[in-house]
Nanobody, 124 residues
Framework: QVQLVESGGGLVQPGDSLTISCTAS????????MGWFRQAAGKEREFVAA????????NIANSVKGRFTISRDNAKSTLYLQMSSLKPEDTATYYC?????????????????WGQGTQVTVSS
């Protein structure tokens, strides 16, 4: 069965960098568009970034553009989110997800499998 497992979250200070990962199994990773979403306490889940089959096609939310980079290693079936210049408002649980469509999308209802999430806390 499809499994997505995030890792790498933690507590960091404002201005720090952090990379989180998502390891996929149970399907051909390279054939699917992947995305990152986040959900802060008391808020709705929001789109962060999506990536097509190769690193050359990505979509980044305006709120993190210029600070976050999404990438993937198809040989390792792993998705990454590199985060820099982190701010307290980036504090959230970060989820990776597999798209059910064949185009980049920010709509969460177009992702059919989700990981359990990894917590990222930005605080001094």
């Amino acid at each position: 069965q499809v499994q997505l497992v995030e890792s790498g979250g933690g507590l960091v200070q404002p201005g720090d960098s952090l990379t989180i990962s998502c390891t996929a199994s149970g399907y051909t990773f390279a054939s699917k568009i992947m995305g990152w979403f986040r959900q802060a306490a008391g808020k709705e889940r929001e789109f962060v970034a999506a990536i097509a089959w190769s690193d050359s096609h990505t979509n980044i939310a305006n709120s993190v553009k210029g600070r976050f980079t999404i990438s993937r290693d198809n040989a390792k079936s792993t998705l990454y989110l590199q985060m820099s210049s982190l701010k307290p408002e980036d504090t959230a649980t970060y989820y990776c997800a597999r798209a059910s469509v064949l185009y980049l999308t920010s709509r969460s209802d177009l992702y059919d499998h989700w990981g359990q999430g990894t917590q990222v806390t930005v605080s001094s």
